[in-house]
């Protein structure tokens, strides 16, 4: 007797009457995945343009990564930070070999990669600069997103993230992205830090001027600051180079990493930094279980061996042209604006064409899978592994759901 698979309707109701509602994801219930592709319960396949928010710019199950989590599964998964483990180091040599820094500090996820950084560069402030105790300030963008702990919501400008989660932690002061001058007037003899995202994702892929970062290295400098640098979506090759900072020229003191460094496997972040900075942490004061645990750790080093051969770099930079030009196409038919770097663009859909939400859906129901943000942005991010044919695929299908 053949077992009945369950609907799609029938996951929904599961997830819908069990599981808490702090997300609203397309009706799409994913079985299979494979490179750039999914497949749900129904048996049909979708073009992938998300990619997990970057978590997945390796593709579905890359053979490499599963391999060395398979590999490691039969060894050791976790032995906690009580203990050393013969994957940490490797891991964290070879990641600060990559990034070209001296010092990682492995966490879990993206929002404990930039919590950690936040508490280095306050007690940076009081060891190092001489911050007095408690008064620390760190600058931060408007429109921003870190993350959704306490501390992050705090100085976020989004209402939705913070409404009902205060009170709220001080210490922070948001000015407009992209406004060097308004840094600079923020900054005091108490700064600590100034923490940006080089491309920011969630306020719709927004590119900052010209000259920007570069201004933000020079205020930094001359007024003894650290630079932390969000590469949390905008790293590990999404813009077309390892970190979009890189773009500019520019070299952060701390970058907070994550989402691809887990290659779609499970959640790994790292802060890594010069040794003046993430020195100054001492046992006992910060860590986590899980962080640079072994399983991590095997299938990071994975990932790091994937980026040192600069291939997926190239190929975010050759096929993102691509993915540009194609989508530029499409401004003044039903397109009011491409934004981005690499293979990451945010669409805004014209005045007058369809919500992001109804345009997501109407993707879906095509075949491509694609979410909205700031409800008139569709944000697209397909899997670094993604051909340029497959990228025509899904530019023809946003093309016919907006109406050109």
């Known amino acids: 007797m053949t077992a009945t698979v369950p609907t799609t309707a029938a996951f929904i109701e599961l997830d819908e009457r069990w599981s808490t509602h702090n997300y609203h994801p397309l009706p799409v219930v994913i079985a ?12 049909k396949r979708y073009l992938d343009f998300l990619a997990g928010y970057s ?14 989590a398979v590999e490691q599964l039969h060894r050791v998964t976790l032995t906690s930070r009580a203990f050393h483990h013969d994957q940490l180091g490797p891991f964290c040599r070879e990641l600060a070999e990559l990034t070209g820094t001296d010092l990682v500090l492995p966490m879990n996820s993206g ?6 950084a936040l508490k280095v560069a306050r007690k940076w402030a009081y060891r190092v600069k001489g911050v007095p105790q408690d008064t620390a300030q760190i600058i931060v963008a408007g429109a921003n997103f870190h993350g959704r702990t306490t501390t ?3 100085f976020s400008t989004d209402e939705v993230a913070r409404a009902d989660f205060g009170p709220f932690t001080p210490g922070f002061t948001a000015v407009k992205y992209g406004d060097a001058q308004a840094v600079e007037a923020a900054i005091t003899d108490r700064t600590a830090a100034v923490l940006v995202e080089p491309v920011q994702g969630e306020a719709g892929v927004v ?20 630079l932390i640098a969000d590469e949390i979506q905008s790293g590990l090759a999404r813009t077309g180079e390892l970190f979009a900072l890189d773009h500019d020229g520019v070299r952060a003191d701390l970058y907070t990493l994550g989402k691809a460094l887990g290659g779609g496997i499970l959640p790994v972040s790292a802060v890594v930094g010069r040794r003046e900075v993430l020195g100054v942490l001492r046992p006992g004061e910060h860590g986590s279980t899980f962080g640079g645990n072994p399983l991590a750790c095997a299938v990071g080093r994975a ?25 530029g196409e499409l401004v003044g038919r039903g397109v009011a604006e491409v934004r981005g770097r690499g293979l990451w663009a945010g669409v805004e859909i014209a005045p007058g064409g369809p919500g992001g939400r109804a345009a997501s859906e109407a993707l879906m129901a095509r075949g491509v899978l694609c979410k909205e943000t700031q409800e008139t942005t569709l944000r697209v991010a397909p899997p670094l592994v993604v051909t340029e044919a497959e990228v025509d695929r899904g530019v023809d299908v946003i093309a016919e759901v907006l109406g050109t």
């Open 32 to 43: 299979e995945a494979e490179g750039a592709w999914v497949t749900d319960v129904q048996g």
């Open 55 to 68: 978590a997945l710019n390796f593709g579905h199950r890359h053979p490499a990564l599963v391999a060395a």
């Open 111 to 116: 929002a404990e990669a930039v919590e950690s």
């Open 152 to 154: 992050i919501v705090s």
């Open 207 to 226: 590119v900052p001027p010209a000259g920007y970062l570069r201004e933000l290295r020079r205020l930094c400098d001359e007024n003894n600051v650290l």
């Open 303 to 327: 990932v790091i061996k994937l980026l040192a051969t600069g291939e997926f770099q190239e190929r975010s930079r050759v096929v993102g042209e691509h993915l540009h030009r194609r989508l």
